[in-house]
């Protein structure tokens, strides 16, 4: 053969091997990033590197709001530590995994039922070096009687924009729209580079021993600690300010403590014809009018919630301004104003509520038992050792025992300074997603949340669901006509679906300028 038809020959063979070997070498690549997603391995060359918009499709967005809805049909109630609908509990996990389905079979997420009924997500991240974090939501809720309710309480019903229902703020919206939002992340495609978890209780409204605790205490054995939490226990405040429309976000970094005590009175019981000068029930009732009379000592002075106050002075016009801007010169005057709202009030003192009264047996019997449980929320400022010699010396009468249910103390600070990640984050988030909302401040929660059982892995302990509440919404949490916007919740979902991309960051959070 010719040297040159050979050599024409011999560089069409070659090419023709190269060609093939391309194409194999294509063929390859495309399995192993196949198989590299399936089998959760990952290399940096399969992150995803351009952001995902928060832009969901009409269809999307009724999705959205109907499985919110399915979830409120959900009669989760807790009534005590001891007694749960279990049944109900159940079917929620069956539901999730069901709504779900890409969050439950995604591999690089690791799902774990806990204590029975509460579910552990471990979301993992291609990046090893940066710190994982948690989101925290319970689904259990509190009873709610149909009586005052313009809907049922469990009918989950939509209307004039508003979903209807026990836990639509309390707490099933954020577990539903943190697991909505990340099945719509992973459906984009998205791979984090920062791990989380996601940690779902299913006995939060009555203590979290058997949910939350026993997730921290598995995290705990695993040697997991969290850079940060966001858990439910304050909101965006809406119509909270006198004077004031504009809304703000109140991060709450703090939460109080609280006591359950029960009085107790025991009495010989007789015929209530001979009755003696007091019996049991006229006993506990004094006592506790007593209490009711003499409220707990104004603790405003220092702390997160006077940076708040200082931080909405802006808001005001003169001169409440500079009054609210020198706490130092108007504080006692300031706290005076606070306490006259039922809601400011249980921000600056340790409140007390009886809420159980149980005595008697029969009409014409002398009681031999009378017992009342109050239950009080300690100010950050006080503990539970403080206000137990305080109801005592209110009280001031030898025939009344007290019995301590179960009691903690207030919550250690979170820090929310420039280079408190989680706070800084959450922060950025919310300027983000609502452009409305100016002011972000440190708050204390008035209540208690299941991440008081997570000091162990953090310090670092956030409390705010993106949500506007209004102080009527706020009456409604534990109380009738629980209720979340339609809007509301497809934001509170784009705020997750954002926060969960602006948290893969490991930048040190920018310094924030805060307003003069
Ligand atoms: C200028 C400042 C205005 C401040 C207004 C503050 C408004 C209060 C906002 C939110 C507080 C409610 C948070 C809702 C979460 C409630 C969680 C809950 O119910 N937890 C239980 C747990 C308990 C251990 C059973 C509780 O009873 O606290
Ligand atoms: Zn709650
Ligand atoms: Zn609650």
């Not at 990046?127 to 925290?136: E, F, G, N, V």
């Not at 909101?235 to 359950?260: H, R, T, W």
Request: proline content about 6%; glycine content about 6%.
């Amino acid at each position: 053969v010719p040297a040159a038809s050979w050599r024409r020959g011999h560089v069409r063979n070659m090419a023709r091997r190269y060609v093939c070997v391309l194409a194999l070498a294509a063929v390859l690549l495309l399995v192993f990033a196949t198989v590299s997603r399936s089998k959760g391995l990952r290399g940096r060359e399969h992150q995803q590197t351009s952001r995902i918009p928060s832009q969901f499709s009409k269809e999307e967005r009724v999705a959205m709001k109907e499985k919110l809805k399915g979830a409120i049909q959900i009669p989760t109630v807790s009534f005590s530590q001891e007694e749960y609908n279990t049944s109900a509990l159940a079917e929620f996990g069956e539901y999730i995994r069901k709504v779900f389905p890409t969050v439950f079979s995604t591999s690089f997420i690791q799902h774990e039922t806990v204590g029975n009924y509460s579910h552990l997500f471990t979301v993992q991240g291609s990046d090893a070096s940066l710190q994982p974090y948690m989101l925290l939501a319970h689904f259990d809720v509190v009873p709610a009687p149909t009586e005052g309710w313009e809907v049922p309480p469990f009918s989950g019903l939509e209307r004039e924009g508003f979903i209807h229902g026990r836990g639509t703020l309390d707490n099933k919206n954020s577990v539903m729209a943190i697991l909505h939002a990340l099945e719509l992340l992973l459906i984009r495609n998205y791979i984090p580079r920062r791990s989380f978890f996601i940690s779902l209780g299913h006995d939060e409204e009555v203590s979290g021993m058997n949910g939350a605790q026993k997730i921290s205490a598995l995290l705990q054995a695993r040697g997991v600690q969290l850079a940060f939490i966001v858990d439910e226990g304050s909101f965006i405040l809406d119509g909270f300010l006198p004077n004031s429309k504009k809304p703000f976000a109140m991060i709450s970094v703090s939460e109080k403590g609280a006591i359950n005590l029960r009085l107790q009175v025991n009495m010989t019981p007789g015929h209530s014809a001979a009755p003696p000068k007091e019996t049991s029930i006229g006993i506990i009732a004094a006592a506790v009018s007593r209490l009711e009379q003499t409220p707990m000592p104004n603790m405003f002075g220092s702390g997160p919630l006077e940076t708040a106050v200082q931080q909405l002075a802006s808001e005001f016009p003169f001169p409440v301004n500079i009054v609210l801007s020198n706490l130092w010169l108007f504080g006692p005057l300031v706290s005076r104003l606070m306490e006259r709202n039922y809601i400011m009030n249980a921000l600056v003192r340790t409140t007390m509520a009886l809420t159980m009264f149980n005595a008697g047996v029969k009409v014409n019997v002398i009681p031999p038992v009378a017992q009342a449980t109050i239950n009080l929320r300690i100010h950050p400022a006080q503990t539970v050792q403080e206000v137990l010699e305080f109801v005592k010396n209110v009280v001031a009468d030898d025939r009344v025992q007290f019995h301590v249910l179960n009691a903690f103390d207030p919550l250690p600070i979170s820090p929310f300074d420039d280079q408190a990640l989680g706070y800084q984050l959450l922060r950025q988030t919310i300027q983000s997603v609502f452009p409305e909302v100016s002011i972000v401040t440190p708050g204390i929660c008035i209540s208690n949340t299941d991440s008081r059982h997570f000091t162990n892995l953090t310090t670092d302990i956030y409390r705010f669901n993106p949500v506007n509440l209004h102080p009527e919404s706020f009456k409604s949490i534990h109380g009738i006509n629980e209720k979340i916007s339609v809007q509301g919740y497809e934001t509170q979902m784009k705020f997750i679906f954002e926060f969960i991309q602006n948290a893969d960051t490991d930048e040190q959070p920018v310094p924030h300028l805060h307003e003069l």
